[in-house]
């Protein structure tokens, strides 16, 4: 797989996603005479083809009350274990990881959240009465097996995702990729609870001779002073976590809120949290065989910043990181190990 793992962007700050999981991916592969700037004559060509819709996998758009979303179900007759799905800071309504986890036998739904459809503009306040409504609607969903479900979220969503299990009912197990622990970017409302977001010194970005800004450095701690307030009481929480860790994130510091996560999960007596920490990965940790997204634009900061990660370790991590997840959702959502065994 190392000719996709390994793809490059022709444009500088590009990342390659999947807008349409109906269509494959298609790879056109040349082979070349010779090893040189200018290629050879062509000595053979081949395409490939990369599904994400299992044959039998259904997709359906949900718009039901306020939710903008895709419902994945698997094939067969059901229930099958949920999942909410949520990506991060870049809006709009990704489907890919969905997708694919339901070719697992998950029912996911990806969730919207902003930046799309009817959903607000931009990113400044959210409430967690429209995440609620997405939980009850997978709850109460026929092909849905209760009593709980799963939380996966990457980056900002992971943060929600946190949220969510602190103030929501219906929560059985909830895995973040890279996520904080606590609020960041916009101002988190529930009912008569207001969660400020955690403060930001821009003065901390660095910008090398690139032209590409580390942002690891921007955010204040949430262990002092009045940005204690922006850090989600995660303790109220009754399911278990999963904190899946790129140590050389350099987006925010996941590894230290994972670390905190876990600390304030222990002080209250809960339970020990899984964190599995993957060295030289970065802070797009995609499904498998997505190529490293090393820099891209930043919509809050309006300007390209790294995201980190040496490319092979983090293939690596993308691979190890699936079977994590699976694994964590198939042991609490459905009391039975995926079978599947995994090295670290």
Request: proline share 8%; net charge neutral.
């Amino acid at each position: 797989m190392g000719l996709l793992w390994a793809l490059q962007p022709q444009k500088p700050f590009w990342r390659l996603v999947k807008r349409d999981v109906q269509s494959p991916f298609l790879l056109q592969l040349e082979v070349f005479e010779g090893h040189g700037e200018r290629p050879g004559r062509l000595l053979a060509q081949a395409q490939h083809e990369r599904a994400f819709l299992r044959d039998g996998v259904r997709r359906v758009p949900v718009r039901e009350g306020r939710i903008r979303a895709t419902l994945f179900l698997p094939p067969g007759s059901g229930p099958f274990p949920g999942i909410i799905d949520l990506y991060g800071a870049g809006g709009g309504l990704p489907e890919y990881r969905a997708c694919l986890l339901a070719n697992h036998g998950f029912a996911v739904l990806a969730l919207a959240f902003y930046s799309y459809e009817d959903l607000p503009k931009a990113m400044k306040e959210f409430h967690l009465e429209y995440f609620e409504e997405a939980v009850n609607y997978m709850l109460h969903h026929t092909q849905v097996k209760g009593p709980g479900i799963g939380l996966l979220g990457h980056s900002k969503g992971g943060d929600l995702c946190v949220s969510m299990a602190s103030f929501l009912k219906g929560i059985t197990a909830t895995a973040l990729i890279n996520g904080s622990v606590a609020n960041v970017g916009a101002v988190l409302r529930y009912k008569d609870i207001t969660i400020p977001p955690l403060g930001i010194n821009p003065k901390r970005i660095k910008v090398g001779k690139s032209g590409i800004a580390d942002i690891i450095d921007v955010l204040n701690s949430p262990l002092e002073g009045p940005d204690q307030q922006s850090f989600i009481p995660l303790e109220k929480a009754e399911c278990c976590f999963l904190f899946i860790v790129g140590q050389d994130d350099h987006n925010w510091k996941s590894e230290f809120f994972a670390v905190e996560g876990s600390k304030r999960l222990q002080a209250h007596g809960k339970e020990k949290p899984e964190i599995v920490c993957y060295p030289g990965a970065g802070h797009y940790i995609e499904p498998p065989f997505f190529p490293m997204c090393a820099a891209s634009m930043h919509l809050l900061f309006g300007k390209p910043v790294m995201w980190g990660g040496e490319p092979k370790a983090h293939c690596e991590a993308q691979i190890d990181a699936w079977q994590q997840i699976q694994a964590f959702f198939h042991k609490h959502l459905t009391g039975k190990p995926s079978g599947t065994c995994s090295k670290l």
